[in-house]
């Protein structure tokens, strides 16, 4: 079956910690996102790739890195900077059309990650 | 930039009766707008989406859409809601050009017996 896969479901890290959220597609999808998401406030983009060896900042990106070595995989690292880590951290994927065509951006969702700092 | 507004954090409904969520949108360009639907402890999944064409879009389990661009509005509609319709769902939008999706802050439905 074709989709996401986000590990560990729930994650729990001690204050100072980095920590990796795991991604992994088997869409062939050429785009990755992450999200995070807290109550009220819906889902905010931490980072995204458009292709290997790429990708940009989002809207909150501080506090956290990513890497996209394979098309298939997006880890997010949460570091020790990043002040108030604990959410729902939500990782997704896209087909990226070409720019000149009238493309539109319809996201895959993964089931998600718990994380909380203790 | 294209930002999205969802007014109503929470709707409380009883079952059968009809609901809307609304969904009001901001951008200076074309855009593709999408209602996403969270369960309890999952991700999200693609409720309906207009892109272009019929302004009225329609889920296959009974939710519709309206796209009113002089309004800037995308506000989701049921008729008779369902327990099972009990979740949260998010309006997103996507402007023409942009990779990136902007969601609003999300509306939990809650439908009761």
């Known amino acids: 079956d074709g989709g996401i896969t986000q590990s560990p479901k729930y994650l729990f890290r001690k204050e100072g910690q980095n920590v990796t959220l795991s991604c992994e597609q088997n869409l062939n999808h050429d785009a990755m996102y992450w999200y995070r998401q807290d109550p009220g406030q819906g889902l905010r983009l931490i980072y995204y790739s458009q292709i290997v060896n790429d990708f940009q900042k989002g809207d909150i990106a501080e506090g956290y890195s990513v890497s996209r070595e394979k098309k298939e995989s997006f880890p997010l690292t949460v570091t020790s900077a990043q002040k108030n880590p604990t959410a729902f951290y939500l990782c997704?994927?896209?087909?990226?059309?070409?720019?000149?065509?009238?493309?539109?951006?319809?996201?895959?969702f993964g089931p998600g990650t718990r994380l909380t700092v203790l | 930039a294209q930002s999205v507004t969802q007014l109503d954090s929470q709707v409380p409904v009883f079952e059968e009766a009809p609901v809307e969520l609304r969904c009001n949108y901001s951008?200076?360009?074309?855009?593709?707008l999408f209602w996403y639907v969270q369960y309890p402890n999952q991700g999200l999944q693609l409720l309906l989406k207009?892109?272009?064409?019929?302004?009225l879009v329609e889920s296959i389990n009974g939710f519709e859409a309206e796209f009113n661009k002089s309004q800037t509005s995308f506000h989701l509609r049921k008729p008779s809601v369902h327990i099972s319709d009990t979740a949260e769902y998010f309006c997103?939008?996507?402007?023409?050009?942009?990779?990136?999706?902007?969601f609003g802050s999300g509306t939990r439905l809650q439908v009761q017996p």
């Open positions: 207009y892109l272009s064409g019929s302004t």
């Open positions: 951008s200076s360009v074309s855009v593709y």
């Open positions: 997704a994927s896209s087909i990226l059309a070409g720019v000149l065509s009238s493309s539109y951006n319809e996201q895959f």
């Open positions: 997103a939008v996507n402007e023409k050009g942009r990779r990136a999706l902007t």
